[in-house]
T-cell receptor, first 111, second 110 residues
Framework: QQQVKQSPQSLIVQKGGISIINCAYE??????FPWYQQFPGKGPALLIA?????SEKKEGRFTISFNKSAKQFSLHIMDSQPGDSATYFC??????????FGAGTTVTVRA | SQTIHQWPATLVQPVGSPLSLECTVE??????LYWYRQAAGRGLQLLFY??????ISSEVPQNLSASRPQDRQFILSSKKLLLSDSGFYLC?????????FGPGTRLLVL
């Protein structure tokens, strides 16, 4: 069974808008939550990551919000640009060197 | 800095033929190594991972096998390919929790 549930499967946003991707998990042993960005035909690249002792982390236009009590975390892409069009994966790890990935969200930014 | 290589980049193979995909990592020692498969438009499925030379853990039963003959080399193999083996194969390495992916190999089995 999938340990990390990701939604939506896809989204379309206008240039300059905000993209929001949500992930939920059940295993409270997870203590590391990265997000990956994947362009077509390329391998995923680490975008940003957070640990549960922090409720928010921002890097440029990308922000992770983390709600430990709800066991949810989300990625916000501010001022979305056409170059942000990609598939985004959330993931979680409990320190055993394996990542549990969400199913992915395809983001399309319309100019 | 660390670099991960995969080859070939693309491969078209007939059903029943053997397979060998190679992954090498530079700039780090004793990495954890991983093989994933990604079907078209789908998520990442972990196939194998290795924490050291000769140490392979399989995540799903399948037609594939993996080997780690050297510290920074990871090989994915099959004796007889199936149509269902088509996909995008990704190798990754990690030193701790963060995994870093290679460029991938696109495999089409006909």
């Amino acid at each position: 069974q999938q340990q990390v549930k990701q939604s939506p499967q896809s989204l379309i946003v206008q240039k300059g808008g905000i993209s929001i991707i949500n992930c939920a998990y059940e295993n409270t042993a997870f203590d590391y939550f990265p997000w990956y960005q994947q362009f077509p035909g390329k391998g995923p690249a680490l975008l940003i990551a957070i640990r549960p002792d922090v409720s928010e982390k921002k890097e440029g236009r990308f922000t992770i919000s983390f709600n430990k009590s709800a066991k949810q975390f989300s990625l916000h892409i501010m001022d979305s640009q056409p170059g942000d069009s990609a598939t985004y994966f959330c993931a979680a790890s409990k320190g055993d060197y394996k990542l549990s990935f969400g199913a992915g969200t395809t983001v399309t930014v319309r100019a | 800095s660390q670099t991960i290589h995969q080859w070939p980049a693309t491969l078209v193979q007939p059903v029943g033929s053997p397979l060998s995909l190679e992954c090498t990592v530079e700039g780090t020692s004793n990495p954890n190594l991983y093989w994933y498969r990604q079907a078209a438009g789908r998520g990442l499925q972990l196939l194998f991972y290795s924490v050291g030379i000769g140490q392979i853990s399989s995540e799903v039963p399948q037609n594939l096998s993996a080997s780690r003959p050297q510290d920074r080399q990871f090989i994915l193999s099959s004796k007889k390919l199936l149509l269902s083996d088509s996909g995008f194969y990704l190798c990754a390495w990690s030193g701790a929790e963060t995994q870093y992916f290679g460029p991938g190999t696109r495999l089409l089995v006909l």
